[in-house]
């Protein structure tokens, strides 16, 4: 089974909004990271949160993370068409331990 | 650099044929693993490689095997493909040092199809 889920499945926006994305977990983590697939491509790193982190951010990027809840979001702020992807959550339960992806939110931004 | 590159980027195999994936990464890293990724999902571990001469099974690791052939190289086998092995296969490799290393770098993938 996947240790991250996100939520929604789907997302649809027009460019310039925010698009927010959820991902919770079942067990406890050393690290929480997304990645970006755009259609037919690998993924991309986007961003790493510490369990000792609760928010951070990278250019439009930003990302909590509630250890108590089990949860992160992912927020892209003033979307872009570029921005259309799959995002997915993945987890670490130890510093440079292997990692488990949830399902992925499919992200579509309209012109 | 190149980063991580997979061959071949499509193959059709028949039920019962085998093949190798091949997966190099150029950026010195300790790490190398294959997922699989079917339609709308995620990404599911098969196998993993800690460092040179180790591997690991992952989530998924029945009908494959690996070789980690050096530090660059981590091929795939599927020695009697199944249609339920039709998917699309990533290699990623990471440095695995906490603090800086923990970031996996994703080939292309390869797009199998078995019939």
């Known amino acids: 089974s996947q240790q991250g889920e996100e939520d929604p499945q789907a997302l649809s926006i027009q460019e310039g909004e925010n698009a927010t994305m959820n991902c919770s977990y079942k067990?406890?983590?050393?690290?929480l990271q997304w990645y970006r697939q755009n259609s037919g491509r690998g993924l991309v790193h986007l961003i790493l949160i510490r369990s000792n982190e609760r928010e951070k951010h990278s250019g439009r990027l930003r990302v909590t993370l509630d250890t108590s809840k089990k949860s992160s979001s992912l927020l892209i702020t003033a979307s872009r068409a570029a921005d259309t992807a799959s995002y997915f959550c993945?987890?670490?339960?130890?510093?440079?331990?292997?990692?488990?992806f949830g399902g992925g939110t499919r992200v579509l931004v309209k012109p | 650099n190149a980063g991580v590159t997979q061959t071949p980027k499509f193959q059709v195999l028949k039920t019962g044929q085998s093949m190798t994936l091949q997966c190099a990464q150029d950026?010195?890293?300790?790490?190398m693993y294959w997922y699989r990724q079917d339609p709308g999902m995620g990404l599911r571990l098969i196998y993993y490689?800690?460092?040179?001469?180790?591997?690991d099974k992952g989530e998924v690791p029945n009908g494959y095997n690996v070789s980690r052939l050096n530090k660059r190289e981590f091929s795939l086998r599927l020695e009697s493909a199944a249609p339920s092995q039709t998917s699309v296969y990533f290699c990623a490799s990471s440095a695995l040092t906490s603090g800086s290393g923990e970031t996996q770098y994703f080939g292309p993938g390869t797009r199998l199809l078995v019939l």
């Open positions: 950026m010195n890293h300790n790490s």
């Open positions: 993945a987890t670490s339960k130890a510093a440079g331990n292997k990692l488990t």
């Open positions: 067990t406890s983590i050393n690290n």
């Open positions: 490689s800690a460092s040179e001469g180790t591997t």
